[in-house]
């Protein structure tokens, strides 16, 4: 239990799209400077997921288990089906094109931009010195029983991202929305610690997924895939839409490019992932660089 355990909250295979031979390039908002790293030293935190106050779930059951048997893989899995969907999408060499992207599949990629949204330091923050009460039956008594949990990182897991009623809530928004994928030729997508982006359409409306708020707060959320790749989904009920603006591949233009690249580099928490040390090469503002 002494042991530090470098914990990513942001997965390894997920960044090495970001990556050149495993190398990576990240900007600190805080320390506002540049740095060149292994993919290993980045979105990371030490022993972040150890649960240790606690009997019924094992020490490393949430890191081990959850993420790297489970969502990770399918993670992995995701990223691989849509780069495959865009590839042949972008051989008709057009600006638009319409691609099939079934219920099934989009609750697949719903449930797992959902845990990457709610797995981050933020929301650890944000659940800090709470309590959550565990009920259950007892395999003893057989008895309804319920039990205060204290742990951080067990308040944390069971408020979001093992929390089943706001996942199947969550899942069920994103995936009756409208779908885009956004393609950029010149790979100048940015991604950062908080990689999931989500913008609500007016002040009012929430900027985090709630049970009271999901469904009535109209949003745009996307999540960069690779330095290629960024898949939107928009509020159906957003009247600027169309009603074929869905399942679509987009060539991405300069001025969304860089309206995407801002919002990331202000949804971050400190670190922006760059491909390349060169910010000036992403669509963006330089000065955007020292935020």
């Not at 899995?77 to 051989?91: L, P």
């Not at 987009?250 to 928490?269: C, K, P, V, Y």
Request: one cysteine or more.
């Amino acid at each position: 239990m002494g042991v530090k355990l470098k914990h990513h909250t942001v997965p390894q295979c997920y960044l090495d799209h970001f990556a050149t031979n495993g190398q990576i390039y990240k900007y600190s908002k805080v320390r506002k400077m540049h740095n060149r790293c292994s993919v290993k030293d980045v979105c990371e935190s030490n022993s972040f997921y150890l649960i240790k106050l606690n009997s019924w779930w094992k020490h490393l059951e949430i890191e081990s288990d959850f993420f790297a048997k489970n969502v990770e893989p399918a993670l992995s899995n995701m990223i691989d089906v849509i780069e495959k969907s865009v590839k042949n999408a972008v051989r008709e060499n057009t600006n638009v094109v319409k691609i099939a992207i079934d219920q099934e599949t989009r609750k697949s990629i719903a449930s797992l931009i959902f845990i990457q949204f709610y797995r981050t330091p933020r929301f650890r923050n944000f659940y800090k010195n709470k309590v959550v009460i565990r009920k259950g039956i007892s395999s003893v008594t057989h008895t309804y029983t319920e039990e205060k949990v204290t742990d951080e990182v067990l308040v944390h897991a069971l408020s979001t991202f093992c929390n089943k009623p706001l996942f199947k809530q969550t899942v069920d928004y994103l995936s009756n929305n409208k779908w885009v994928i956004r393609y950029s030729d010149k790979g100048v997508f940015l991604t950062s610690d908080n990689p999931v982006v989500w913008i609500p359409l007016k002040e009012k409306d929430s900027d985090v997924f709630t049970i009271d708020n999901i469904g009535k707060s109209r949003c745009f959320l996307y999540y960069p895939i690779t330095p290629q790749i960024v898949l939107e989904i928009y509020d159906k009920n957003m009247k600027s839409l169309s009603p074929d603006f869905d399942n679509l591949v987009i060539r991405g233009d300069a001025e969304h490019e860089s309206f995407l690249n801002i919002n990331t580099i202000i949804n971050a928490a400190d670190d922006v992932i760059l491909r390349d040390k060169d910010i000036s090469a992403y669509s963006i503002d330089i000065k955007l660089n020292i935020i």
